[in-house]
């Protein structure tokens, strides 16, 4: 019900935009995050969106670097990460969340997607 894509091997510095496809019924209400989970680490909340999109969150780690958005009407979440680091290197989860609100634990989500990978070199 999401597929997240986008992913890819980048220089330090360097942009990628994620994006993740959605279906109506996962999408419609919900709010929405994205979160990543290095090896060995748990995984990280990176930043959320409510159903309006007036709402948003960020990690601090991606504060000024990464911007979330959704567009309903495609029923599409994404990421757009710039000044990327190697420390952003993790798989990038893409979830829906229980209701319109976009919470940054991951108990809070109903639905996610099967991870896209972002590796940062230096």
């Known amino acids: 019900q999401l597929q997240a894509s986008g992913g890819g091997l980048v220089q330090a510095g360097g942009s990628l935009s994620l994006s993740c496809a959605a279906s109506?019924?996962?999408?419609?209400?919900?709010?929405m995050g994205w979160f990543r989970q290095a090896p060995g680490k748990a995984r990280e909340c990176v930043a959320t969106?409510?159903?309006?999109?007036?709402?948003?969150y960020y990690t601090d780690s991606v504060k000024g670097r990464f911007t979330i958005s959704r567009d309903n009407a495609k029923n599409t979440l994404y990421l757009q990460m710039n000044s990327l680091k190697p420390e952003d290197t993790a798989v990038y989860y893409c979830?829906?969340?229980?209701?319109?609100?976009?919470?940054?634990?991951?108990?809070?989500?109903?639905?996610w997607g099967q991870g896209t990978e972002v590796t940062v070199s230096s």
């Open positions: 979830a829906a969340a229980l209701g319109p609100m976009g919470p940054i634990v991951p108990s809070g989500y109903r639905y």
């Open positions: 109506k019924r996962t999408f419609s209400n919900n709010g």
């Open positions: 969106i409510s159903w309006s999109g007036g709402i948003t």
